[in-house]
Nanobody
């Protein structure tokens, strides 16, 4: 069983930055592909970014490429999402998720992930 807890959300002006953190419990954290998703009001949950077991491979939603950066520290059981140049359309609840398959062929949909955090609100004002 894996428990995930996000933190770091908040209110920021357009062009600003936030760093989201995700703390994981469980001994097998380093075996999971980790992802970040977001869900805006009235919209479906969408993939934002993911990182491989050892952190050498990453994938991003096209609209966040060059602005967001995902990283992980397996020694601390932590995953991070650095968000720069934030835009109002980035406003959403952001979720951390764990994917035990570890496969990039199953890494971009919500149902590819078995474990989820409670989410953290990010609001970007214009």
């Amino acid at each position: 069983q894996v428990q995930l807890v996000e933190s770091g959300g908040g209110l920021v002006q357009a062009g600003g930055s936030l760093r989201l953190s995700c703390a994981s419990s469980g001994r097998t954290f380093s075996r999971y592909l980790m992802g970040w998703f977001r869900q805006a009001p009235g919209k479906e949950r969408e993939f934002v970014a993911a990182i491989s077991w050892v952190g050498t491979s990453t994938q991003y939603l096209d609209s966040v490429k060059g602005r967001f950066s995902i990283s992980r520290d397996n020694a601390k059981n932590m995953v991070y999402l650095q968000m720069n140049s934030l835009k109002p359309e980035d406003t959403a609840v952001y979720y951390c998720a764990a994917n035990p398959s570890g496969s990039w062929s199953r890494a971009f949909k919500s149902n590819d992930y078995d474990y989820w955090g409670q989410g953290t609100q990010v609001t970007v004002s214009s």
